[in-house]
């Protein structure tokens, strides 16, 4: 197991990737992951921006690298 020590002394984008390999195993059985009730709500305003041209889609490998360079 990591500790929070070994986590502190971590870069950001190692931080990042041990995230993301978490989430990886945490969402393999889709089944057993369960969406906070909040969420619906923001799906549907997205939708809604989108809908009105007010979002554009981006595939998740953009994404990814634009939130990583906001954090730098």
Partial sequence: ???AI?????????KLRVMEAIWADL???????????WHQGV????E???AAGEERL??????KRDLRKRSE
Avoid: C, G, N, Y
Wanted: aromatic residues 6%.
């Fill in 27 to 37: 969402s393999r059985d889709e089944t057993k992951v369960e969406s906070p009730a």
């Fill in 43 to 46: 799906l549907r305003e997205t």
């Fill in 6 to 14: 070994q986590i502190e002394r971590m870069s950001r984008e190692e």
């Fill in 48 to 50: 809604a921006r989108f």
């Fill in 58 to 63: 981006e595939d998740w490998e953009t994404a």
């Fill in 1 to 3: 197991m990591v500790s």
